[in-house]
């Protein structure tokens, strides 16, 4: 399902605890008047999967799901089921990987279900919103992010919601957004929406709802069930204009977006060693604008994903083998730039920065 920037779509994101059954929920976000189904589906945890069935389980399951929904709404009715990753404690390599492999699975059979596309539940870390739309993009299914923020724009793990956006939308997402306190939603809408080549979304209460139109948002979920009618269209003032250029021409790191001057101002490059989150705060008081990483190993990407959060500059990174640039490309939680001076077929280059978001310079 292609999630297109000139039209509004509205929902209800699924109670956390089940206060009504499904059935019931689906038949009153119809009577709201939504107009795109985000389904529950608490039950896709690993307490309720079999170890020796688990793809064909989840298969069923979702299958079960969307087939009851399909009876209960509007033919052709968009159905996005919320799928969590399994907890994970903190980022490293493997974790990503597990996280990936988790809901590639869980995104495949959600395809092969019918699912129109996915949301995706994680709301804070960026590194495993990373990872899951990666999967989403390997199952070719559109997944929708939020990102909870507080009235800045900024959430509790000190994500910015500007480099989130850059960083994802380059990756391959089908729309992101925020989920905000109340009144402060438009707000962020409107800091996106100059830079947002994906249809922007907003979780609130439906109060929020024309703000968060009228600044640029396409896709509304309440957080809570509405009064029948509350979802209308009509119900809200118009969008703006699409800018005629998007400027999305843009680096990040989880804190922090950097739109590129011309005159990019280079550190001599870093060695990777595990005293790197030194160096990389000790650059952030030289009269540079963009730290220059060089990769010589798998082991060094991993260290850079590890210390993505140390700096508050763009990084480039420079290495001699595909291999080893792909692990950072990956890995980092944010959006890199990539030496074009890189000993790697240019061709090569390209695929791996069109593949992962990044921007060879």
């Not at 999967?135 to 724009?153: H, N, S, V, W, Y």
């Not at 509304?220 to 400027?247: C, K, N, Q």
């Not at 950097?258 to 101002?265: A, C, M, Y």
């Given at each position: 399902?292609?999630?297109?920037?000139?039209?509004?779509?509205?929902?209800?994101?699924?109670?956390?605890?089940?206060?009504?059954?499904?059935?019931?929920?689906?038949?009153?976000?119809?009577?709201?008047?939504?107009?795109?189904?985000?389904?529950?589906?608490?039950?896709?945890?690993?307490?309720?999967?079999?170890?020796?069935?688990?793809?064909?389980?989840?298969?069923?399951?979702?299958?079960?799901?969307?087939?009851?929904?399909?009876?209960?709404?509007?033919?052709?009715?968009?159905?996005?089921?919320?799928?969590?990753?399994?907890?994970?404690?903190?980022?490293?390599?493997?974790?990503?990987?597990?996280?990936y492999m988790d809901l590639l699975e869980k995104y495949t059979a959600a395809k092969s279900a019918g699912a129109d596309g996915a949301i995706c539940?994680?709301?804070?870390?960026?590194?495993?919103?990373?990872?899951?739309?990666?999967?989403?993009?390997?199952?070719?299914?559109?997944?929708?992010?939020?990102?909870?923020?507080?009235?800045?724009?900024?959430?509790?793990?000190?994500t910015d919601a500007l480099a989130a956006l850059l960083t994802l939308q380059s990756l391959g997402a089908a729309a992101f957004g925020v989920a905000a306190p109340e009144g402060c939603a438009g707000e962020i809408i409107r800091r996106l929406f100059p830079h947002a080549d994906i249809p922007l979304c907003v979780l609130s209460?439906?109060?929020?709802?024309?703000?968060?139109?009228?600044?640029?948002?396409?896709?509304?979920?309440?957080?809570?069930?509405?009064?029948?009618?509350?979802?209308?269209?009509?119900?809200?003032?118009?969008s703006p204009p699409r800018p005629a250029e998007i400027d999305s021409y843009g680096a990040a790191v989880e804190c922090e977006a950097f739109f590129l001057p011309e005159d990019?101002?280079?550190?001599?490059?870093?060695?990777?060693?595990y005293s790197l989150s030194d160096a990389l705060i000790d650059c952030d008081d030289d009269n540079i604008n963009t730290i220059v990483i060089s990769l010589r190993s798998s082991d060094d990407a991993a260290i850079l994903a590890e210390n993505s959060t140390m700096t508050r500059l763009p990084l480039t990174v420079t290495a001699d083998d595909a291999n080893t640039l792909e692990a950072a490309l990956r890995y980092f939680s944010g959006r890199l730039l990539v030496d074009s001076g890189c000993d790697i077929d240019r061709s090569e280059l390209m695929r791996l920065c069109s593949a992962y978001g990044a921007i060879l310079y």
């Amino acid at each position: 399902m292609d999630l297109g920037p000139d039209r509004l779509y509205f929902g209800v994101n699924p109670p956390e605890e089940e206060t009504a059954s499904p059935q019931d929920f689906l038949l009153s976000c119809r009577q709201a008047g939504a107009g795109i189904y985000p389904l529950p589906t608490s039950f896709l945890t690993e307490t309720n999967l079999s170890d020796t069935s688990r793809e064909e389980e989840l298969s069923r399951l979702l299958r079960e799901q969307i087939e009851t929904a399909e009876t209960l709404l509007p033919a052709g009715a968009p159905l996005f089921p919320v799928i969590s990753p399994e907890p994970q404690t903190a980022f490293s390599c493997g974790a990503f990987e597990e996280v990936y492999m988790d809901l590639l699975e869980k995104y495949t059979a959600a395809k092969s279900a019918g699912a129109d596309g996915a949301i995706c539940a994680e709301r804070d870390r960026l590194w495993v919103m990373r990872s899951a739309v990666l999967a989403a993009k390997t199952a070719r299914l559109p997944l929708i992010l939020f990102l909870q923020t507080d009235e800045d724009g900024t959430s509790e793990s000190g994500t910015d919601a500007l480099a989130a956006l850059l960083t994802l939308q380059s990756l391959g997402a089908a729309a992101f957004g925020v989920a905000a306190p109340e009144g402060c939603a438009g707000e962020i809408i409107r800091r996106l929406f100059p830079h947002a080549d994906i249809p922007l979304c907003v979780l609130s209460s439906e109060q929020d709802f024309p703000a968060a139109v009228s600044a640029g948002a396409g896709i509304l979920l309440s957080a809570t069930l509405p009064a029948f009618g509350a979802l209308m269209p009509e119900r809200f003032p118009p969008s703006p204009p699409r800018p005629a250029e998007i400027d999305s021409y843009g680096a990040a790191v989880e804190c922090e977006a950097f739109f590129l001057p011309e005159d990019l101002v280079l550190s001599d490059p870093l060695p990777c060693s595990y005293s790197l989150s030194d160096a990389l705060i000790d650059c952030d008081d030289d009269n540079i604008n963009t730290i220059v990483i060089s990769l010589r190993s798998s082991d060094d990407a991993a260290i850079l994903a590890e210390n993505s959060t140390m700096t508050r500059l763009p990084l480039t990174v420079t290495a001699d083998d595909a291999n080893t640039l792909e692990a950072a490309l990956r890995y980092f939680s944010g959006r890199l730039l990539v030496d074009s001076g890189c000993d790697i077929d240019r061709s090569e280059l390209m695929r791996l920065c069109s593949a992962y978001g990044a921007i060879l310079y």
